[in-house]
């Protein structure tokens, strides 16, 4: 079989990885508490070190029976996941008349709904959790809120895109429960790091976020609190000229704080996507010289450096070569098919000195200087290779191999920066769109899918998305690198649960591409599919490499 240059590559990781000797004790026989903490760049519980594997069900409370909750949890235990990620946030300008929702933000103020559809579905997803022997990673808000058209008049099914009938309802998409660029608009002039440096809209938020976490400073099923879902400076609303990368670190020590003077039991991680920002200054400089660390192999010790902008472009030359030479030894030449087309607007083909938009600090992120904050407990990256562009294509690869190539560095790269600062990392996200799933798909910063089947493109000999085969393929080789380069969690985009409860003006209503109709029959309802879910076709293989990398991540 012609072995892929990146499985090389892979190969050569697993060498120099670091290896760290774990104890075989295990979560199971930790008495309560069982709250997560760190020591020496690792989770661990009870003293046990704990390496997971992870799935993403950002609508997990806004199922609408116990049962289903339940039901779902059970699927993603049997899996082998341990850390279960979901929305501790639902915000909405008018009160619904069906569904689940957390915090009215209307008139100039805010309150939160503690009824059965508010926080107690999100008591009940913690309960079950507990049950199945889960942990939750709990995400405050979101930087994404494309706003509904129709003013939120009609917040149960509204026409996203006017006369399309394109009409996902309410809490479909990850993007559409709310988030900062609702407290933006209520609350301000309609500029998105308003909510970072506003501080009516501080006061706003941290008073949601003291109800909610105070409520669950005792639940062990909670792995961590996560500030927010990809922290940037832009959303669909601009940000001032003002806003840095900075801005954003200041506003995750204030909020981290908060939160750990609130419940002192859990981590706090950002949730932002991991973009760096290369020898630029910082608020929370590493110490310098940086402390040795234990490498892979016993008895090897060496400095961690930084991630420099000279470091960067000489491992994208390395790695240049080195492809270059295993094409060379397996006799293939260059001119690899290039696949389908790409959605992100920024250029694939770098060149030259610019490291790109993941690396310079032009999304308003400085994740190194957000992980070295004290009250930041970990790291926390996003892979979304459909949606950011991690490095420059090298233009004899075929698109394929060139995003698998480029999420092993990323994934290496956010190791790097964990060891350096000496926390743990989790990959919060990680997914990657299929054909099958590509008309579906919609980017956070949309409320509609580019590829529906009757938008004419993308062509049939030209399709966007990666096939299942391919999906599997990528999946397994990240989730083994991230492995090898020490990431301690890793956490697949999204889950897919069917057999649900439908019910009209939900999200859950029966498989017809989002559209409520009537009537609903029990068991036929299906979770919500933004583009990454592993329904359909490809399900028992990506369940199956979730399944396998579980057992290795436990073992290791
Ligand atoms: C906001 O205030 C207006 C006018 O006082 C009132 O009619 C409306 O019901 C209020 N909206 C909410 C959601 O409380
Ligand atoms: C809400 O939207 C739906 C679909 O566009 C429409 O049929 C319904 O009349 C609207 N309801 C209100 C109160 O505007
Ligand atoms: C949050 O706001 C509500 C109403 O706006 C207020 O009654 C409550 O005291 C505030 N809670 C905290 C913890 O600040
Ligand atoms: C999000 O979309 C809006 C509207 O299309 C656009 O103006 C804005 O620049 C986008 N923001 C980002 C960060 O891509
Ligand atoms: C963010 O918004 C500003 C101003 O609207 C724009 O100049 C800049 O290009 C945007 N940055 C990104 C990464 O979208
Ligand atoms: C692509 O392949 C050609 C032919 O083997 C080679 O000359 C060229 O240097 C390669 N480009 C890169 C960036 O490796
Ligand atoms: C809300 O749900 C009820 C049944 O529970 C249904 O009769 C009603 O039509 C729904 N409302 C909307 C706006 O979908």
């Known amino acids: 079989m012609f072995i892929r240059f990146w499985q090389v590559l892979l190969a050569a990781v697993v060498v120099s990885a670091a290896t760290p000797t774990r104890s075989v004790n295990r979560r199971q026989n930790a008495p309560s508490p069982k709250f997560v903490s760190t020591s020496d760049g690792h989770f661990s519980v009870n003293g046990a070190p704990l390496n997971f594997v992870g799935t993403n069900a950002y609508w997990l409370p806004t199922l609408n029976s116990d049962d289903d909750i339940d039901k779902t949890l059970a699927s993603i235990a049997a899996a082998g996941v341990k850390v279960v990620r979901t929305w501790a946030f639902n915000d909405v300008e008018t009160v619904p008349q069906n569904g689940t929702w957390f915090q009215l933000i209307s008139n100039g103020t805010t309150s939160v709904n503690e009824g059965a559809n508010g926080l107690k579905k999100l008591d009940t997803v913690l309960s079950l959790a507990e049950k199945h022997n889960l942990y939750v990673m709990l995400t405050l808000t979101n930087n994404w809120n494309p706003r509904p058209l129709l003013e939120g008049k009609n917040v149960t099914s509204r026409d996203i895109t006017p006369g399309t009938g394109n009409q996902l309802p309410r809490n479909t998409l990850s993007n559409d429960y709310g988030g900062m660029d609702v407290y933006v608009r209520t609350f301000s002039d309609p500029l998105h790091d308003n909510f970072y440096t506003n501080q009516n809209i501080l006061d706003k938020f941290l008073n949601y976020t003291t109800q909610v976490v105070k409520r669950y400073v005792n639940s062990p099923a909670v792995f961590a609190w996560e500030l927010a879902n990809d922290p940037r400076c832009n959303s669909t609303l601009p940000s001032t000229n003002g806003c840095t990368p900075q801005t954003i670190t200041r506003w995750h020590a204030t909020v981290a704080a908060h939160i750990k003077s609130v419940d002192p039991n859990h981590l706090v991680s950002s949730g932002n996507q991991g973009f760096l920002c290369v020898d630029c200054p910082k608020l929370f400089p ?154 579906a798909y919609v980017p956070f910063n949309s409320t509609q899918a580019p590829f529906a089947p009757d938008s004419g493109t993308p062509t049939a000999s030209a399709p966007y998305g990666v096939t299942d085969q391919q999906r599997d393929q990528a999946y397994t080789t990240w989730l083994q690198t991230g492995l090898q380069s020490g990431l301690s969690g890793m956490i697949q985009y999204q889950w897919s649960q069917s057999g649900l409860t439908p019910s009209v003006g939900t999200n859950i209503v029966p498989a017809t591409g989002g559209t409520t109709t009537t009537p609903v029959v029990p068991g036929t309802g299906v979770s919500p599919n933004d583009g990454y879910g592993i329904q359909g076709q490809g399900e028992d293989g990506a369940v199956q490499t979730i399944q396998q990398a579980s057992q290795q991540f436990a073992q290791d």
């Open 286 to 439: 590493p110490v310098t010289p940086p402390p040795p660390q234990t490498s892979a192999s016993p008895g090897r010790r060496r400095a961690i450096k930084p991630l420099t902008k000279r470091g960067i472009l000489e491992e994208r030359r390395l790695s240049l070569k080195k492809s270059r030479e295993l094409r060379k030894r397996d006799g293939v030449s260059g001119g690899i098919s290039i696949r389908g087309r790409w959605t992100s607007t920024e250029t694939r083909r770098q060149t030259g000195v610019n490291l790109g938009p993941s690396f310079d600090g032009s999304h308003g992120v400085d994740s190194q200087d957000i992980l070295n904050i004290p009250d930041i407990g970990f790291g926390s990256a996003q892979l979304f290779p459909d949606q950011a562009t991690y490095g420059p294509d090298d233009p004899n690869l075929s698109s394929f191999d060139n995003i698998v190539q480029q999420g092993n560095q990323w994934i290496q790269q956010q190791a790097a920066v964990g060891k350096l600062l000496g926390k743990p990392v989790s990959m919060n996200a990680f997914g990657l769109v299929t054909q099958s799933n590509a008309p």
